[in-house]
């Protein structure tokens, strides 16, 4: 299973990979739990909502 | 039951009316070759008795089942540029450099069907030909066999309507899945019948499918053909929804053509490429798409030509901006909805201070699907442009079969073609991941994510790597799904 899983460790088999200071991303991290996947969950919501709307749309020119 | 017709130029398609029979409609064909393909159609090869799967398909199931008679065969029109000759004794086509060579020289064909209206069938037409076609184009390439030649020729089909059995969205529904039997071996043909049929639970019958399609019908379409139909409406109540249109401009980019349904006009067409406007530089501040720079869509319409430039605003009788919803038939497995990109692309910028990214209003962004396969094949063929080490990372990276990709581009660096950054989004993510990418590069950094583990623990997942500069100003924009045309 060890031995999987560090099979399975893409940075190990490319080099010159350093560590990312966690402040760096500490902002865009925010914003994706705070912000961005909830208004995502809720603009996909929309949209499944309009779709359904929309499916009865005659087309017949 | 063949002729050959010389043009000295397309208004001399006039003379169609009098070599084929009046229930094959060729006036009207030559009124609308005339008023859309360009002067480089120099000779036009009409082959009668021509058998017709898709209005065979027709013939058989509708009909031959009627008290009129219909003949059960067509004329199909071939088009060769001036180099190219027939002689008639010998049937035989001739061009300057030898038969192996009139593939380049031949621009397409158009079925012509026995039925008095609407008699423009199965037409595969090269854009290079078409008066006014967008710069991109999606297309895939069509054999044709005449004469004992074998023929390719690289466009997208189009066919007008039936009228009595098929109407506006069938055929926007078999010209993108015909494409798609063309374009990938995954997906089977269909025929018009077929399409008629698929689009109900139940076989309609007679002159039912002629009374009109919903919006739902044309899913089902695509969905029964085996793809996973995605269906993105616009929201009317909002005065505007631009998110739409960039998401429909990113699937068109990617290389799926479009069902677009304009719900004030009844109609459908397919979307099957674009024209960018002139890239200027406006020194106005502000994050700008790709859809902001777009100048026409191309529509194939059952009532026009191929490719008909429609511009986004102020067109009649519609406009790019008349569409209210679409359907895009994706393949399995792009899971990470583009509505999800759209609001993540913006959000990357948050990430500009480990990459060096240009600022956010001054950039342009432009996002689209492609596999991992063919990110790879990019980037090798353009192995200079990058750092070995990012290279080695892209070739390592165990990307799924399908990836978004999204590319930072400056003003200047858009009008020649070349980007800032490109971030890769694992199109099989979920919507509440934080960290959806796989891969995240400038000129002068990447940040690389370990998908097995970025989701358990950030930190541990997500790694940095400093990269050479290999002296240019921006890496090559991916144009790669659509074809240029080369107007002739």
Known sequence: ?61 | MYTWLSLKSSADLAQLESCISQEYGPKRAAEKLAGGISDAVKGVLIERNYVDKDYRSTYYHFYAKKGQHYLPNCVRLHFFDQTVAFDESALKLTCPEGPEHLNDHYYGYMVLRPTGIATIGRTVLSPDVRSGASRYIITANHKVHVLGYRLMIEGFPSMDQHVDISVCAHVACWSILRHYSERYNSYREFLTHDITLMAHQFDPGGLIPSKGLEVSHAERVFQVAGTYPVHVTRDTKKASDPSFYRQLSAYVESGFPLFAAMHKHGHAVAVVGYERRTPVNTQVPGMRYAWDEVQTLAFVDDNNLPYLPVPVTGGAPYSAEDIDAFIVALPEKVFYPADAVDRLAPTLFKLGGVLDLPPGNQTIIRYFITTGSALRHFVRERESEFDPKLVATIMTLPFAQFVWIVEFATELQWAVGQIAARAVIDATASLREVMPLWLMHSRTHALVFNRLTVSLDLQSGIRGLKLADMGHTGFTRMDQNLRPTKTK
């Open chain 1, 1 to 61: 299973m060890d031995e999987e899983k560090k099979q399975g460790d893409v940075f190990e088999a490319i080099e010159g990979l350093t560590q990312v200071d966690p402040n760096a991303l500490a902002d865009f991290q925010r914003a994706m739990n705070e912000e961005v996947i909830p208004e995502i969950i809720k603009v996909v919501e929309e949209r499944r909502m309009l779709a359904a709307e929309s499916r009865h749309w005659p087309l017949k020119c």
